[in-house]
């Protein structure tokens, strides 16, 4: 704002920096008799360089400039102190604006674990039945088969019909390659459906989400839980489950054989079992939590990341490279410290199981080899019961590493869950809803539309001081409205009021005579264009930024830029299928701001909303977008965000804010607006307690 800037050029650039060399680029042009040299760039190339009296001499482009910049400001639209004053409060609440990533403690539950299962199945559940039970079978099977296979040789060894034996044996052989291999592409195929139902309902949630969720949670944080939790998912937790269950099975199947065959072998695993019991108790318990840590030290170094590249500019300028590789190693060794913690807990579980086994499948051989010289055991059975009592402790120690694995991922579904369970934003707010086929102001969008604000007061969160108090007054139908106030007014967080993106506490919003809290929120944001103060391009062409859904043709598009006045720009880059990079990187910041005004006035919603769009832009293209407004948004209702005075002198109405409240209502030229003494746009958030304060 115009206080801002007097402060900063009087107290820094001709203050603290007075014995320093300054290069400024700017539009603004208060200040600019007092710089030593100027420099007038036109096309990427120098046009005139001297003092100002100079310039004004020999360059045109330069008067021209000045002169546009003198009859902009030749009558300050700024209301005189006759018109409404109301006094201002500011609160002082403390509070945060962010939030520590957030992380489960414990056992992870069973719904989660069910809610994984049921993401195998289809959408329907006799289909997620069927599926699970084919998955159930082919595993019963793939440890069944090959248990036959060896029992129907070792009791085949006296039969002398060899044929039968072996076509027996081959049999056999061929279902269990061909159950692997079934139960193998099943779960391939039930896990990528499953990861990518969980990806789509993560994803949905972070789009729908309120954009207070985006301002309380970082960029990187998201990012980690797309990237590395969502490759865990896909990637580790699906092969864990199934060698769990696999290992599992061969373990219950081992035992069912030596329960049948040589019972006294139990006798000898049940201590064991208890030995191993403690040791994976402890195992997984440390295990889960240092998932957890991993993965919560991971986001900081994509946090850091992402605000290193967009801040290169100014960390080279300022030769800050080494502080900031100091903070990345610095987030580095912490995750590399959660990680080696993992692989030593995993190497502690390693080196005690094995010897417990070891001693176990000891006793056994001892024991059957006892039992075939009494002669209680035939040779071949014992061979086949000690074969697998040997592999039950291999199977064994593999189940409890493999579940454990399984728990250790599902810190990641656990995350990637808490993600997709963020409550989006509600259609609406309140009811009763207004009802679709309602008429509304979209059904006449050449007409603009009354907005009434009635004693609202908006807060981020509550524990965040009010932004908004009390405020109150009407626009309407078709009136231009410019909005000013110094920075931390609250002029942002009335527009995004209007959009929904912050909801009221108390009061309420009327558009077009309607709460707004009662309007589905894709007709409200689509009856309301907005100009961002930064703008927003994405990946592609000119063409798709500007229509998104192709409902215009070519002479629409090129008509509205030339009203915005790039369509010479955009015939130099090569025409509508120009690319524009990301985030509009190939362009500069004025004519990314050109680009969002063009595409809200394609749009033709009956409300535009414009939040500093001319901030980056020179004074005479600031000229020509205002004539744009002026010639054609005839009739719509115009919102201004404005510190440039020039950019809201066309106004019908100004409304100044300070620190949430309405200080000053009135038309540019100072006068008051009719009614205005009455109370025709309601009493700003003031209470009559003095006779100033009454009269206005």
């Known amino acids: 704002d115009t206080r801002t800037e007097a402060h900063l050029v009087e107290h820094l650039l001709f203050g603290r920096w007075k014995d320093r060399t300054r290069i400024v680029a700017t539009h603004r042009l208060e200040h600019l008799h007092r710089f030593d040299r100027i420099v007038v760039l036109d096309a990427g190339r120098i046009e005139a360089v001297g003092t100002y009296t100079e310039l004004l001499e020999r360059s045109e482009r330069f008067r021209a400039f000045i002169a ?24 002082t609440t403390n509070g945060t604006l962010s939030q520590d990533e957030d992380r489960a403690v414990g056992v992870v539950k069973a719904s989660l674990f ?36 060896s029992l129907w040789l070792a009791q085949g ?3 002398t019909d060899w044929r039968a034996l072996l076509g027996v044996y081959a049999a056999l052989g061929i279902g269990t390659l061909a159950a692997q291999y079934a139960e193998r592409r099943v779960w391939m195929e039930r896990a990528l459906v499953a990861s990518k139902r969980i990806h789509q309902r993560m994803l949905r949630a ?5 954009l207070r969720f985006f301002d309380t949670t970082p960029s990187g944080r998201i990012l980690n839980r797309f990237a590395r939790d969502t490759q865990a ?9 199934e060698s769990a269950i696999r290992s599992f099975a061969a373990m219950v199947g081992t035992l069912v054989l030596i329960a049948a065959t040589a019972p006294i072998v139990l006798l000898i695993a049940a201590p064991a079992l208890v030995v191993y019991y403690r040791i ?13 840590f991993e993965s919560i030290a991971r986001s900081p170094r994509y946090v850091l990341f992402k605000e290193t590249l967009h801040g290169l500019l100014t960390i080279r300028a300022f030769g800050k490279q080494g502080v900031f590789l100091e903070r990345f190693a610095t987030a580095m060794r912490s995750y590399l410290r959660m990680y080696w913690s993992n692989i030593l807990i995993n190497r502690w579980f390693s080196a005690r199981a094995p010897l417990i086994s070891s001693v176990i499948a000891l006793v056994t051989v001892v024991v059957l080899v006892l039992a075939v010289q009494a002669g209680t055991i035939s040779t071949g059975v014992a061979g086949v019961v000690l074969t697998y009592t040997i592999t039950f402790w291999g199977n064994h120690n593999w189940c409890v590493r493999a579940f454990s694995e399984v728990e250790s991922r599902m810190t990641s579904l656990e995350r990637v869950h808490a993600l997709g369970s963020v409550e989006p934003e509600p259609p609406v707010r309140c009811t ?23 004693g609202v007061w908006v807060r981020y969160s509550p524990q965040l001081p009010w932004v908004l108090e009390d405020l109150s007054f009407r626009i309407e139908p078709g009136m231009h409205v410019g909005i000013v106030g110094r920075t931390g007014s609250g002029k942002t967080t009335l527009f995004q009021t209007l959009f929904r993106f912050v909801e009221p506490e108390r009061g309420r919003v009327l558009i077009g005579g309607v709460d707004h809290c009662r309007i589905p929120l894709e007709r409200l944001r689509s009856a309301i264009s907005v100009v961002p103060q930064d703008p927003v391009l994405l990946l592609g062409t000119v063409r798709s930024n500007l229509d998104r859904w192709g409902r215009f043709t070519d002479r629409e598009l090129w008509q509205v830029l030339e009203k915005v006045t790039l369509s010479e720009t955009i015939v130099e880059l090569g025409g509508l299928d120009a690319p524009i990079g990301e985030h509009g990187g190939n362009f500069s910041q004025g004519q990314r701001q050109l680009l969002c005004l063009a595409r809200a006035l394609l749009v033709g919603a009956p409300i535009i909303v414009l939040d500093e769009a001319t901030a980056s832009i020179d004074v005479l293209s600031d000229t020509a ?11 719509k209702t115009v919102l201004t965000i404005a510190h440039r005075p020039a950019s809201v002198a066309d106004a019908d109405l100004v409304i100044e804010l300070e620190h949430g409240h309405i200080t000053r209502i009135g038309s540019p030229n100072g006068s008051i607006m009719p009614g205005q003494a009455e109370g025709a746009f309601g009493t700003p958030g003031a209470k009559a307690a003095s006779p100033t304060d009454a009269t206005a």
């Open 625 to 635: 977008i205002r004539q744009t407004l002026a010639q054609h948004c005839r009739g």
């Open 280 to 292: 994976q108790r402890d195992y997984r318990r440390v295990a889960r939590e240092a998932k957890r």
């Open 157 to 159: 060894t006296a039969q």
């Open 206 to 210: 972070v789009l729908h989400a309120p």
């Open 233 to 241: 998912i896909d990637d580790e937790l699906a092969w864990n489950f």
């Open 114 to 149: 069910w809610y994984y299962v049921r993401m195998f199945g289809g959408e329907k559940p006799l289909a997620t039945a069927a599926i699970l039970a084919a998955m159930v079978l082919l595993g019963v099977a793939i440890v069944a088969l090959p248990m036959l296979q």
């Open 432 to 454: 009763p809803a207004l009802p679709a086929d309602a008429p509304w102001i979209d059904s006449s969008p050449a007409v603009g539309a009354s907005i009434e604000i009635d």
């Open 68 to 91: 546009e910049h003198r009859r902009a400001h030749a009558s300050p639209p700024t209301p005189s102190p006759a018109e409404t004053a109301v006094p201002s409060t500011t609160s």
